[in-house]
């Protein structure tokens, strides 16, 4: 899977892998737009992950929605997903 990158950037990205294999999630600042935090989940089917839901959240003054509950919609509909889909479905290591 990580054949394609240079040995520093496997070692970043099986770093990435394994955090998000815990949390069972990724939050972090886009690298594209600043100001812009990637909301990210997995979707799983009956052979492991094949694809994530992926969505940009940017703060308001105003907000009618926080980080926090973006980030759980984004799980939840990975999660939706992934039972559609047959996948098992893995709880974040605690």
Same mark, same amino acid.
């Given at each position: 899977? #990580?054949?394609?990158? &240079?040995?520093?950037?496997?070692? /970043?990205? %099986?770093?990435?892998?394994?955090?998000?294999?815990?949390?069972?999630?990724?939050?972090?600042?886009?690298?594209?737009?600043?100001?812009?935090?990637? #909301?990210?989940?997995? &979707?799983?089917?009956?052979?492991? /992950?094949? %694809?994530?839901?992926?969505?940009?959240?940017?703060?308001?003054?105003?907000?009618?929605?926080?980080?926090?509950?973006?980030?759980?919609?984004?799980?939840?509909?990975?999660?939706?997903?992934?039972?559609?889909?047959?996948?098992?479905?893995?709880?974040?290591?605690?």
């Amino acid at each position: 899977m #990580l054949a394609g990158f &240079v040995p520093g950037e496997r070692h /970043v990205i %099986a770093q990435r892998l394994e955090q998000i294999r815990k949390l069972g999630h990724e939050q972090r600042d886009s690298v594209m737009v600043h100001g812009i935090i990637n #909301l990210s989940a997995p &979707v799983f089917d009956h052979s492991g /992950v094949v %694809a994530a839901i992926t969505m940009g959240f940017m703060g308001q003054a105003n907000p009618r929605t926080t980080v926090v509950e973006a980030l759980q919609h984004v799980k939840q509909g990975a999660h939706e997903l992934s039972v559609l889909l047959g996948g098992e479905i893995r709880k974040p290591e605690e």
